[in-house]
């Protein structure tokens, strides 16, 4: 999934640049100049700072350390520079006077960079200033538990501008995974709010087709699917559809072919931890209500309206069966119009699709797993770290420049001419280098977008800007910055109309509330309680057990660990939250 993601994400950037017209009547340079205004007023000094920062800038030059593994966006470069000298580098020491040294750097396939970490974190070597880290939370509780990383929250709090903090007050338990006490451990790197979120995604020439209205219940759900699979909705004359793309494989809450919406229409959500009534921590998979649910899928096997495979399907097969013709329902994100819908289109001529809100269960509930705090990754401040303040600058530059440039602002085409935008001569943009490759010296076949060189992975994100664009836009708004511009020319309709279905609902998602480390008991006994409950629920809906064998599962969790981990969850909920 992160590799699509992570594709779309900079194609979408391309396309943007190409799709918008800047008219800022700078042009652009390999190198930007600083542009530090001159001002009457004398420099104001921030203190903390061994040398100094007055104006944006430290008086005196520092150095901020770090490490660093290439990933596939930001390893491209161009001739004769690198990830320790390039566009960005330069920039950021000029206009903050920041000189960023790599004490090492590995190109990160089969996760060299996580393994290299994890080495100087079992000999004990020394840190530098700052250390990055996207990926397994097992590496990120290793990197709080070295004792080599300084608490962050007086730092946020002192020089944080006010755009991150908002970021990290839309969700308060953004710090719950980096907390060890009161203590904030890391400095989140913020994400777009909500995009994981779900929707239900119907074939709406089918429906069409049919005569029949998109569900807003489990019942009338029933009544689609049965529609789907009986009345022949693809024309073909054969039976040959079903109605809910699912795949359960990795389990009953997947970020595609979820089924989890099935659970939180009675009132729980598998494979997490939920709040109980109580404000206790309780995992949603032996709630009463799991049985429930698992009872209603097995209905819907029986009637043929989910796969007969789903349990041999993970979210990208699984999704096939949507993008293939088979299936009219799929539950996903609202970006799934920008992948993997394009198959759909491609293997069905004609097709359409719409979002539609989660449906209701029998006494009213809704929910979805989301919600989730916007952080997708973490960075770490060496105690010794002779500026430590340094980084919050650095991020704090990106949030002002790089996150929402407004038309006209400096940085409102791109980062750097010539790496992720070229001007054309009637003053339009362009990310065409195969079109334009004299406009992108020193680069062959791709452009090279620095973003994904910083140490915050892309820069800034504000997690509110995504949602309320696309809102925004779904009410007929014309797009005016130059992001609004990025999204309105880079994504679909259907894509725009999703984001707005999530936010409509944005109360029905249910988080997962427990998101710290391993504990004791769940090192040892967590593969054999994720076991137990896998294949019972599977068993259930497949008949190989009896729906009532659910109760003798959650005995058995109980007694072999669950009831244990359960008692050390809510511990460290309680000593966090």
Request: charged share 20%; glycine share 8%; proline share 6%.
């Amino acid at each position: 999934m992160k590799k699509w993601l992570s594709v779309l994400l900079v194609l979408s950037f391309m396309l943007a640049i190409a799709a918008c017209s800047g008219n800022n009547t700078n042009k652009g340079t390999n190198s930007p100049a600083a542009t530090n205004k001159a001002s009457n007023e004398p420099a104001k000094v921030e203190e903390g700072s061994t040398e100094g920062f007055a104006d944006g800038k430290y008086t005196t030059p520092i150095t901020l350390t770090t490490v660093w593994g290439l990933n596939q966006n930001g390893s491209i470069f161009k001739e004769g520079e690198s990830i320790e000298d390039n566009v960005h580098t330069r920039l950021i020491k000029e206009r903050l006077g920041i000189d960023i040294k790599y004490n090492w750097v590995v190109t990160n396939t089969n996760d060299a960079y996580k393994t290299k970490l994890r080495l100087m974190l079992s000999s004990g070597e020394e840190m530098p200033d700052v250390v990055t880290y996207r990926g397994d939370m097992e590496t990120v509780n290793m990197l709080i538990d070295s004792g080599q990383f300084m608490p962050v929250g007086d730092l946020v709090d002192k020089y944080a501008n006010d755009t991150y903090k908002a970021g990290l007050d839309l969700d308060p338990t953004i710090w719950l995974p980096i907390s060890r006490g009161a203590d904030k451990m890391a400095l989140p790197i913020l994400d777009y709010a909500y995009n994981a979120d779900h929707v239900m995604w119907i074939r709406e020439d089918w429906l069409t087709k049919l005569n029949l209205k998109a569900p807003t219940t489990l019942a009338e759900m029933e009544t689609v699917m049965e529609a789907f699979v009986k009345n022949d909705p693809d024309g073909d004359s054969k039976a040959d559809t079903i109605g809910l793309a699912t795949g359960f494989k990795n389990g009953f809450a997947n970020w595609m072919t979820d089924i989890g919406f099935v659970f939180g229409a009675y009132g729980t959500m598998p494979g997490q931890w939920n709040q109980a009534a109580d404000g206790s921590l309780a995992h949603g998979s032996i709630n009463p209500a799991a049985k429930d649910a698992l009872t209603k899928l097995k209905e819907w096997l029986d009637k043929g309206y989910i796969s007969q495979d789903s349990a041999l399907l993970d979210e990208s097969t699984g999704s096939e069966l949507f993008t293939k013709g088979e299936a009219g329902i799929i539950f996903g994100p609202n970006w799934l119009p920008a992948w993997p819908f394009p198959d759909l289109l491609n293997n069905v001529p004609g097709a359409k699709y719409k979002a539609y809100p989660i449906p209701a269960g029998p006494d009213g509930k809704i929910g979805s797993a989301g919600g989730n705090p916007p952080a997708n990754g973490y960075v770490f401040v060496n105690k010794k770290a002779k500026n430590p303040e340094a980084i919050l600058h650095y991020y704090n530059w990106f949030f002002d420049n790089m996150a929402n440039p407004q038309p006209g602002s400096e940085f409102e085409k791109g980062f750097a001419e010539g790496y992720d935008y070229a001007t054309l001569p009637d003053g339009s943009i362009t990310a065409d280098i195969a079109k334009y490759p004299d406009l992108f010296p020193g680069l062959k076949d791709q452009t090279a977008p620095p973003l994904y060189y910083t140490l915050t992975f892309e820069g800034a994100r504000i997690p509110t800007l995504y949602a309320e664009t696309h809102v925004k836009l779904a009410g007929g708004a014309e797009p005016v910055t130059p992001y609004e511009k990025q999204e309105f020319n880079t994504r679909l309709k259907e894509n725009t109309d999703a984001m707005k279905v999530v936010m409509d609902q944005n109360s029905i998602r249910m988080k997962n509330y427990y998101m710290g480390p391993l504990t004791e008991t769940m090192q040892s006994k967590n593969e054999l309680l994720n076991k137990l409950l896998n294949e019972t629920f599977s068993k259930i809906v497949y008949g190989q057990q009896p729906v009532d064998s659910f109760d003798t599962m959650v005995e058995n969790w109980k007694k072999s660990g669950g009831e244990q981990i359960t008692k050390e969850v809510n511990d460290w909920y309680n000593s966090v939250k």
